[in-house]
C-alpha cells in the first residue's frame, strides 16, 4: 500500500492551497478569538450553598402550554367559502301552505295578484339557482317552497317590461331604495317573469366580481380605447346562461357564420350549440361575443332579452385592474360592463325589445358619487322638478365622473319602499301559515311589526318576526 | 276626564241651539262589533294605509272628540257625544274606548311586557352566558341565529338510552317551537348535583368532597356551560360570522338526539355524587353547620 504522501515531499514545508487551518479561515485583521469558542460549561453546584443555606430544593419550572397542532384534516380549498354561500331553499319542518299558488306566465304582470304571496314553481327555482339570483343572506331557508310576495312596485316593474317588449323597445331602469328594502328580491322577480315568458335573461349577480380583479383579464386586441375582456367569467356567464335558458336558445337559431370562432358554426344552427362553443375560458369571450351579436342582430327574429346586474355603484368607478402601463383601468373599459353601459344609456338597443336592470345595493357597496347625484336626478325628473330645479353637484368636488354621468343620463329610476300594512299583513298571514311565526296576525301585530320595521322595511319585518329570540 | 254632567240637561240646551256634529261612526248591529268599529275609527284605521302620508290633524274629523283638549270643547258637545253613545247602545262612560288610542291594557300586566323580562328565561340566561366582553347585541344575534338554525334542522332522531326531560313534546314538533328545543336540550342535561370540596377535612390533606343540590338556575347555567365548551371544541364547517351560532346549534341538537359528551359529564358528577353521599353524615362537617 503506497503512503498517501510522497517520502520525498514530507521534508518540504506544506502548501497553504491545501492545508486550511482554522485561523487561515478567518479575516486576517479580526481580533476575534476563533478558537477560543470553548462551549461554556455548566456551573459547578457552590460547595457553600447548603452550608450557608441558599435555596437548594426544588425550582420553579413554567411549563410552556401544549398547543395540539394535530386537529384533524383541513378543509379543501373553497370548501368553507362554499359551505357560507350554500343556498338552502326549502325546510321541511315548515308547514305547507295549502292556499299557495305557483306563479304562471300572466301572474306578476296583473294588478289582481298585487299583495298576494305566490310561490316559484321547481322549474323556474333550478333556472333562478342557475342564474345566481337567490343570496345566502335572504331567509329563503325558513319555508317549504320558495314563494314571494307580490307588490305593487312588482307588478308596476313588471308590467312595464311587458310593455317595452311588445313595443319592441328597450326598458332602461334602475332600483334603488335603502337597505333591506327588496331591491335584489325585485331583480329576482323582474326575472322570474322573463323566464316564465321565454325571454332571454343574462344576470350578473354580483358587480363586485367583475371589478375587483378577482378574474383574469387581457387585452383585446384592435380596440381603440383598449377594451379589456374577462374570460374565466365570460365562460362561467355563458354555463349560467345555458343552464337557465336552455329551452329558449335550443329553438332559436343562428343568422349570421362566426368565422372568428375556431368551431365551425354554421347560419341556421341552435343558439345553444354556440353557447356550447365555449369549453375553456380560453375561447368563451369570442363565444360570448358571438352570442351577444347574435342577440342584437336586428335583421334576426329574437325573443325579448333581459339583461340584469346587481350591486351597480360597482361598476361606476374605476376598477381594481391595472393597464400595462400600471394605471388604474376605469370599469367602463371592461368588455362586460361596457356591454351592459351600452344597453344601459341607449347606445345600444335590443332589436325585439327587452330591459336592463340595474339594482344598487346599500350593504356592499363603494361610494360613486357620479352615480348617487345621476339618480337622485333622475329621480327629481321623474317627479317633474324644472331643470334648474335639480339637485346640483357640489362645485368644489373632484370624485365625479363623467362618464359614469353620460350613462346614467336617461334611464329611469324606480325607489323601492317599504310594504304597506295591507301587503304586510299578507306575507305574514303566509309566514304565520308556515308556522315560523308563531303569533295571531291580527290588526295590532302587524301594525306592531310593520312600525318595527321601519315602516314596512321587508328585510326589518323579517327580522322582527323571523330572525328573533321572542316569538309570541 | 272629562268632567261628569247632567248629560240630558246639557244635551237638550245644545239641542235646543241646533248645534250639530258630523257623525263619524256608522250603525251596527251588534254592540261589540260596534265597539271594534268605534275603537278603529278612533285610532283612524292603522290597517288601511291608502293615505299615509297625510300628516295627523288634517282630517280631525275622525278623531273622537274626547281626544281634543277640553278647553275646545264645550260640555254640551261632549254631553251630545255621550248621547250618540247612548243611541248606538254603547256605555257612554267606558273607559276602554274613551280618549284611548288603542284601548287601555290588560291588568295585571304580563310579565313579558317588562323590558328586563321580555324574553323567555331560559333564552335571556343562556345570551348571557353567549355574551362575551359585554357584547350583549352579538349575543342575542348569536342567540338569534342558534334558534334560526334549530327550526331549518331535520327533525331530531331520539336516543331511547338518553331520555329527555319529562314535558318535551314529540320530537316532531321541536323545530317549530325552537325556544322549547334549547330549553328541552338543556333541562335534559342539567345535573342535578355538584360536587362541593372541604379542603383538608377528609384527612391526610385530602379534601372532603359532599353532594350539594343545585338551584333550576344553577343548573342550566352548568348544562350550558357544558354546552359551550363542547361548541368550542367543534371544528368550523365554513367561515364567517354563523360560524360560532351554528356550532353551538348543532351541539344542541346532538344533546336532543343523545349523541353529545355532555351526557357523560351529567353522568359522571351524578355518579360521583352518589359514591360520596355518604359524606353527608361526615362527623367533621358538623362541627362546621
Known amino acids: 500500500m503506497s503512503a498517501p504522501n510522497c517520502l520525498r515531499c514530507l521534508g518540504r514545508r506544506p502548501s497553504t492551497a491545501t492545508t486550511v487551518t482554522a485561523a487561515g479561515r478567518c479575516a486576517p485583521f479580526s481580533t476575534t478569538a476563533v478558537n477560543g469558542n470553548v462551549p461554556m460549561r455548566a456551573k459547578t453546584p457552590n460547595p457553600m450553598a447548603k452550608e450557608i443555606g441558599f435555596r437548594s430544593g426544588a425550582r420553579l419550572t413554567i411549563k410552556k402550554k401544549k398547543v395540539n397542532h394535530n386537529e384533524g384534516k383541513a378543509p379543501a380549498p373553497g370548501e368553507r367559502k362554499a359551505y357560507r354561500k350554500k343556498i338552502v331553499l326549502s325546510n321541511d319542518n315548515a308547514l305547507p301552505v295549502p292556499w299557495l299558488k305557483n306563479m304562471n306566465a300572466e301572474h306578476l304582470a296583473s294588478p289582481q295578484s298585487a299583495g298576494k304571496v305566490l310561490s316559484l314553481p321547481s322549474e323556474l327555482q333550478d333556472q333562478l339557482r342557475a342564474s345566481e339570483a337567490f343570496q345566502p343572506s335572504q331567509n329563503w331557508g325558513f319555508f317549504r317552497k320558495p314563494s314571494t310576495l307580490v307588490r305593487t312596485e312588482t307588478v308596476d316593474l313588471v308590467t312595464r317590461m311587458q310593455d317595452s317588449a311588445s313595443e319592441k323597445k328597450t326598458l332602461r331602469l334602475v332600483v334603488t331604495g335603502s337597505k333591506l328594502v327588496g331591491k335584489s328580491t325585485m331583480l329576482l322577480q323582474a326575472m322570474a317573469h322573463a323566464y316564465l315568458n321565454g325571454w332571454i335573461v343574462i344576470h350578473i349577480p354580483d358587480a363586485q366580481e367583475l371589478v375587483n380583479a378577482s378574474t383574469e383579464y387581457g387585452r383585446i386586441p384592435e380596440t381603440e380605447p383598449t377594451q379589456y375582456m374577462q374570460p374565466a367569467y365570460a365562460l362561467k356567464l355563458l354555463q349560467a346562461i345555458k343552464k337557465a335558458n336552455e329551452k329558449v336558445l335550443a329553438k332559436i337559431n343562428t343568422v349570421s357564420s362566426h368565422p372568428e370562432l375556431p368551431q365551425n358554426i354554421p347560419v341556421n344552427t341552435p343558439l345553444l350549440t354556440l353557447v356550447n362553443a365555449a369549453k375553456e375560458a380560453e375561447g368563451a369571450w369570442p363565444v360570448f361575443h358571438a352570442l351577444w351579436s347574435e342577440l342584437t342582430n336586428p335583421n334576426a327574429n329574437r325573443p325579448p332579452v333581459l339583461f340584469s346586474l346587481d350591486g351597480l355603484s360597482h361598476i361606476m368607478k374605476m376598477s381594481e385592474y391595472r393597464s400595462p402601463s400600471f394605471e388604474l383601468i376605469h370599469a367602463h373599459d371592461l368588455a362586460f360592463v361596457r356591454l351592459f353601459n351600452d344597453v344601459l344609456s341607449g347606445n345600444l338597443k335590443f332589436p325585439n325589445g327587452g330591459a336592463v336592470l340595474a339594482s344598487t345595493s346599500r350593504s356592499n357597496a363603494p361610494r360613486s358619487p357620479s352615480m348617487e347625484i345621476s339618480l337622485a336626478q333622475r329621480k327629481a325628473e321623474q317627479a317633474g322638478a324644472a331643470p334648474e330645479e335639480l339637485p346640483k353637484k357640489e362645485p368644489y368636488f373632484k370624485g365625479y365622473d363623467d362618464r359614469v354621468e353620460a350613462v346614467l343620463k336617461s334611464v329611469e329610476v324606480m325607489e323601492v319602499k317599504g310594504l304597506t300594512k295591507p301587503e304586510a299583513r299578507s306575507i305574514m298571514e303566509y309566514w304565520a301559515a308556515s308556522g315560523m311565526l308563531r303569533a295571531a296576525v291580527d290588526e295590532r301585530t302587524v301594525s306592531e311589526k310593520w312600525t318595527l320595521a321601519g315602516n314596512g322595511v321587508l328585510g326589518e319585518l323579517e327580522r322582527a318576526s323571523l330572525l328573533t329570540m321572542k316569538y309570541f | ?289
Open chain 2, 1 to 289: 276626564m272629562p268632567p261628569r254632567l247632567n248629560i240630558l240637561s246639557s244635551a237638550c240646551k245644545a239641542l235646543a241651539r241646533g248645534v250639530t256634529r258630523p257623525v263619524t261612526v256608522a250603525a251596527a248591529p251588534h254592540q261589540q262589533q260596534q265597539n271594534a268599529f268605534l275603537m278603529a275609527a278612533a285610532r283612524r284605521f292603522s290597517d288601511n294605509t291608502t293615505s299615509p302620508t297625510t300628516p295627523p290633524g288634517q282630517d280631525d274629523s275622525v278623531l273622537h272628540p274626547s281626544m281634543f283638549p277640553q278647553n275646545q270643547q264645550s260640555d254640551h258637545q261632549i254631553a251630545l257625544s255621550k248621547l250618540e253613545m247612548v243611541a248606538y247602545g254603547l256605555n257612554p262612560f267606558d273607559v276602554s274606548v274613551d280618549g284611548h288610542k288603542f284601548g287601555l291594557p290588560e291588568l295585571p300586566i304580563p310579565s313579558e311586557m317588562h323590558k328586563s323580562y321580555r324574553y323567555d328565561a331560559v333564552v335571556n340566561l343562556m345570551t348571557k352566558l353567549l355574551m362575551k366582553d359585554g357584547k350583549l347585541a352579538k349575543a342575542q344575534r348569536d342567540m338569534t341565529l342558534i334558534l334560526a338554525y334549530l327550526r331549518k334542522a331535520s327533525t331530531p332522531k331520539l336516543n331511547p338510552a338518553r331520555p329527555l326531560v319529562g314535558y318535551a313534546p314529540a320530537p316532531e314538533f321541536l323545530p317549530l317551537d325552537p325556544v322549547m328545543y334549547l330549553r328541552v336540550a338543556i333541562d335534559s342535561v342539567a345535573p342535578l348535583i355538584k360536587i362541593r370540596h372541604f379542603k383538608g377535612m377528609a384527612g391526610g390533606g385530602r379534601a372532603l368532597e359532599v353532594p350539594a343540590p343545585l338551584a333550576e338556575r344553577q343548573r342550566r347555567r352548568t348544562a350550558f356551560g357544558w354546552i359551550l365548551d363542547a361548541a368550542a371544541k367543534k371544528k368550523s364547517k365554513g367561515s364567517g360570522r354563523t360560524m360560532f351560532p351554528h356550532r353551538v346549534a348543532e351541539e344542541i341538537v346532538a344533546v336532543v338526539e343523545g349523541k353529545s359528551s355532555v351526557w357523560d359529564k351529567r353522568f359522571e358528577v351524578h355518579k360521583r355524587g352518589t359514591a360520596v353521599r355518604a359524606n353527608l353524615n361526615d362527623f367533621r362537617l358538623k362541627t362546621l353547620m
